[in-house]
């Protein structure tokens, strides 16, 4: 069975994360993606650590299974070569500030009244409108200023980043859903759309309860730490030997949780008994809870705790993850061909698994700087 | 100009968070979504605070512009109902714990059997295979197993949880991603797929950088609180009256910082010359920028270096981002009706943006329980 976009060319002019990590999303359903990368320099993530032989790790992950052409979008013939390229593909994807496509002459209104066919799909900090869409933005520009790292970090004391690169990727997700959708409607419509994703509202859009309590309430949420805000018991627990996570969301599972520490009375205790009630007690409860987990191991309550049914588990650094048994069983984490040769790099595998579609990306490798400009000059040659 | 999956229907069998996100991004794309919920209760987190007038502001949000029906899938005449939905629809989602359909007679390779252009989209915890796939998970869980939380909160303190629900909520992007590229690729083929994404996966994926590191260094990356673990200047400042941000995230952006705060002498420092050099003297870089910073307010320097082309911006905590100019701009806050009448609830807006598409969602009111089951049998009668 084939990959659901295989058939589907991305001429790719992004770089660094969030507009790559679009076009790493479209690769791993299949599309092929040729990137379109600065002569001599390259996509500077291709300059980024950690580096094996020369190649970078980093940009072997997110970059793997694309194909690679340098060109230089002020010289003649390369942009000569680039019209070439416009005809044959189904979608254009950038990540510049806003404005930079238009002084090159390939703007959505230029593009759109000569490729009519093309989808064009934009990701930046800002957006491409409102006062401040031409400002520059990183990643945690947007953390920030979203609220998102208002309400991370631990309560009284300063906020900090997630430590994932949430303002682009998320930012980079949406753009590539933005563009599958106006792929599916240009089967019939025949035309093509500009899709454009700001990474601040990106930020905004994953906030979901945060904007509802602010509302109703008048009041911002505040950081908790490990905790969930309003669902309680939902956070790091200490064993014997370091913190570990339960999170019993409602009261069935409160109830099972009680029984499986042995603290059955605890579940008809009237501070415990409705969750908001637990909300209320909730440093009551973690230290009774805590009574009991500190007597034996992680791995103890662990068991005992998913027995019961009670959704909990270890806080794993990311070697522990990468090594995690279901994680390996689900092809989570793949190795990627290193392009000079010798151990592969490991990668993040592709999350969204398809019946009938291979995803191991066994043949992912990332492309060496212009490495496939022989390949795309014979694909323009076919006419 | 139509919305791009208009004309698409979804039976969204989901609740609480990772589907029902999922359906609304699908929705918010123009898709029609029946939410099937169980009689008299609902959807869970139509009890979820905050309210107002007895209806959940967290509903509304996750749920606007979706139809519902209160169907008991083990009641023989509710079942006779959903099997006229089912050839009608084009995608089925739900985020029961894996085995559940399975034992209502509406698992993958029945429903493939029965209704072959049906795309079966699922999401949970750890997924469909692997040996834990049928072990409980929640947000939390995902965070802590992934390795997310083990790189996000303070060095030398306890790991903290993303303040948003990024577990369940990058699961439901990635399966809306997953359901779209079904849903062109069915264009073709005529047939449905299932599409199967674990919210651990999903946390895998967004870590990016991270695996890279540890790969090649053979340490996992550690906390770093609000700084970027390997860009430098990329973190939190001390102005006069508290915290902003900037983002220096090359060697030209650093001259441009040095020359806005007056401190023209860093840009040749030796110890500050290239990146790897600046994040080994990272300590006292910061507080010779805060010994600038520090005697004036936030905006004096969130003006000064934006004006120069350097990446910074303000610290918003959720009040203030809901207000803030470029977020109400791009639509960002939208006014969802509130089912029982009286004041709009405000939610996050749709961050993709598409040319031709009104974003406004002005008439993308959440559903009362059961409140379209006539348009619904009318819509079935149809034939």
Redesign the interface.
């Known amino acids: 069975m084939?990959t659901?976009?295989s058939g589907i060319t991305v001429i790719d002019l992004s770089h660094v994360?969030a507009g790559p990590?679009c076009t790493m999303?479209l690769s791993d359903?299949g599309a092929r993606v040729i990137k379109v990368e600065q002569p001599d320099v390259g996509d500077?993530t291709r300059h980024?650590?950690?580096?094996?032989a020369g190649e970078s790790?980093?940009f072997?992950?997110?970059n793997r299974g694309k194909e690679s052409i340098a060109l230089n979008l002020k010289d003649d013939a390369d942009r000569a070569l680039f019209e070439q390229m416009l005809p044959k593909a189904d979608i254009l994807v950038e990540n510049f500030r806003p404005g930079v496509m238009e002084r090159l002459g390939y703007g959505?209104d230029d593009l759109h009244a000569r490729f009519p066919h093309l989808i064009y799909g934009a990701v930046s900090?800002?957006?491409?409108?409102?006062?401040?869409?031409m400002?520059?933005?990183?990643?945690?520009?947007?953390q920030?200023?979203?609220?998102?790292?208002?309400?991370?970090?631990?309560a009284n004391?300063?906020?900090?980043?997630?430590?994932?690169?949430?303002g682009d990727?998320?930012?980079g997700?949406?753009?590539?859903?933005?563009v599958?959708?106006?792929?599916?409607?240009r089967?019939q419509s025949g035309l093509g759309?500009?899709?454009?994703?700001?990474m601040?509202?990106?930020q905004?859009?994953?906030?979901?309860?945060?904007?509802?309590?602010?509302?109703?309430?008048?009041?911002?949420?505040k950081?908790?730490?490990?905790?969930?805000?309003?669902i309680t018991p939902?956070?790091?627990f200490h064993a014997k030997n370091g913190?570990?996570?339960i999170?019993a969301?409602?009261d069935v599972l409160f109830g099972r949780m009680c029984e499986a520490l042995g603290l059955d009375a605890m579940k008809s205790d009237p501070r415990f008994i409705t969750n908001?009630a637990r909300c209320k007690h909730v440093k009551i409860l973690k230290r009774m809870i805590e009574m009991v987990t500190l007597e034996q191991k992680k791995k103890h309550w662990i068991g005992l705790l998913?027995a019961a049914?009670?959704?909990?588990?270890?806080?794993?650094?990311?070697?522990?993850?990468?090594a995690?048994?279901?994680?390996q069983?689900?092809n989570?984490?793949v190795e990627l061909a290193a392009p000079g040769g010798g151990k592969p790099?490991?990668?993040?595998?592709?999350?969204?698994?398809?019946?009938?579609?291979d995803d191991t990306l066994k043949d992912a490798r990332a492309p060496t700087l212009d490495g496939d400009r022989q390949a795309i000059l014979d694909w323009l040659d076919e006419g």
């Open positions: 084939s659901p976009l994360l990590y999303v359903l500077d980024f650590p950690p580096f094996r790790a980093y072997a992950a997110i959505w900090g800002f957006g491409h409108t409102g006062p401040e869409a400002k520059p933005a990183y990643d945690m520009v947007v920030a200023r979203s609220g998102l790292m208002s309400i991370t970090g631990e004391r300063e906020p900090v980043r997630v430590g994932a690169s949430v990727i998320v930012g997700m949406f753009l590539a859903q933005g599958t959708a106006a792929l599916y409607e089967v759309r500009k899709v454009d994703v700001a601040l509202d990106g905004l859009a994953i906030l979901e309860h945060a904007i509802a309590i602010t509302n109703e309430t008048g009041d911002s949420p950081r908790s730490g490990a905790r969930h805000p309003s939902f956070e790091t913190l570990f996570v999170a969301g409602n908001a998913e049914g009670v959704p909990c588990g270890p806080i794993q650094n990311v070697a522990k993850a990468m995690d048994p279901q994680i069983a689900r989570m984490v790099f490991l990668a993040a595998g592709n999350p969204i698994k398809i019946s009938g579609m």
